[in-house]
């Protein structure tokens, strides 16, 4: 039985004759291995579009054109899955980097006053609000998690923005990529900062099928989201191009004559709007105006071996992620003598060039692959990718190597414990490492994932958030708990065996001691 197919919803208009064979079919010999793979790619391909067809057929009328441009752009994105194959980079080929790509931050000069209200007139700050808490044991987006005298990230980050406004007298706008995940109570939240002077503006990223890993086949039957939202993912943050530009915001800000826009993740609390960045990128030096792509990045320590580094490739300057890194390089990509920086995720990129960039069609960012195991124990993939890669897209690339407190990221309770601490001060939703502290660095601090990885059962564990300014390093394992004003100095180890309990008493003071076995002091 023939049957001819024209899938033509997407975009990509596939016509091809589908035949149904009756047993089993050859399996070809190693010599037709190329034709082999050339012939299920174009069938997975072919059998993908149909599914993605029939999901659009499930969905409303007011949300067919969204759901059918995002679904052109995942079939893009599954089609170079399906043909790509290896490394995404020769490691023979990657070059030393130039002297000039990447800037020391001491270099940069601070801008007069009279230039910095103009210079913020030109900015958008975009913070990257796609997700959610789970990972800390929270319900809903991660930006309501509560970081500091029960403020959260989102109310940090409004103040620092409204704060800006204030002082320069200013009109920076606020854009909150969100996902579908994170929209609804996100736009509930928001309205609450209504009185303040601040303009936030909000889209969604894309929302994209997964997909099985054994028939590479959407696990959706339809596209009622939330009814089955398990078989449905928002795609990384390199998503950000297209949806940034599809929800008519770049258009929006290019015509209100805004230039470049600051991109972090709402998490890292340390990305601020930093003027002496700005004045750079809007500086009267010809070469610096040319700038359209510029990467924070900082000195990599043994806790960063796995982030993303900056590489010169092809006589352009790029992100290398270690997902890119092939098995025998993985030891020499970790080194920190030879790739020296890592990737913050705070990325200064010109308006107009995205534009370009996009209606060229030239970005063409890596795939990560995340293979995920769902609850029904169905093996799925997910295609993403990062907002970083694209910067290979751009002309006029720069890393600046920025200090390490422009890198205060909150992913664990562990990091939450640091940013809680009398170890740094706030001011006006910003935060900085007290001076109190002799060394530059934060404390490594480890917490046992049993007892204290969601936040609930961490705050449990503490009666106040221990004194740490002299802290270097902290390891609890097993179910310990801190009275009030105790003081971490120097190493601290404390671990508790399994069916015991140690109860740090209050006003205690633990310096260079390990403590382990069974310790309970009661109150009387």
Known sequence: MVEETNVGYSGINISTNVVKPKGHSRVPSSTDLKEFKEVTQ?????????????????????????????FTAFSRLFQRFLEESG??????????????????????STPSPNDIHSKLEKLVVVKLNGGLGTSMGCRGPKSVIQVRNDLTFLDLTVQQIEHLNKKYNVNVPLVLMNSFNTDKDTEQIIRKYKGLQVEIYTFN?????????????????????????????????GDFYDSFKNSGLLQKFIDSGRDYCFISNIDNLGATVDLNILNML???????????????????????????TLIQYENKLRLLEIAQVPKENLEEFKSVKKFKFFNTNNLWIKLNAIEKVLNEGSMNLEIIVNNKTLDNNLNIIQLETAVGAAMKSFNGGL?????????????????LLLVMSNLYHMKNGSLSMSPLRMFPTTPLVKLGDKDFAKVKDFLSRFATIPDILELDHLTVSGDV??????????????????GDRIDIPSNATLENKIVSGNLRILDH
């Open 42 to 70: 174009r069938d997975s391909l072919v059998q993908l579009e149909k599914e993605m067809a029939s999901l659009l057929a499930t969905t409303p009328d007011d949300k067919k054109d969204l759901a059918k441009s995002q």
């Open 87 to 108: 490394p995404s980079v020769d490691w023979d080929k990657i070059e030393k980097l130039p002297a000039d790509a990447i800037r020391d931050y001491e270099t940069l």
């Open 205 to 237: 990223q894309s929302c994209f099928p997964r997909v099985s890993k054994e028939s590479l086949l959407p696990i959706a039957r339809d596209c009622d989201i939330e009814g089955n939202i398990e078989a449905w993912y928002p795609p990384g943050h």
């Open 282 to 308: 809007l500086g009267h030096k010809s070469e610096e105006t040319n700038l359209e792509f510029v990467m924070e990045v900082t000195n990599k320590t043994k806790a960063d071996v796995k982030g993303g």
């Open 399 to 415: 890393g600046i190597n920025v200090p390490r407190s422009r890198f205060l990221p909150v992913k664990k309770t562990s990091d």
């Open 481 to 498: 708990t801190f009275g009030r004003n105790v003081s971490l100095k120097g190493t601290v180890i404390i671990i508790a065996n399994h």
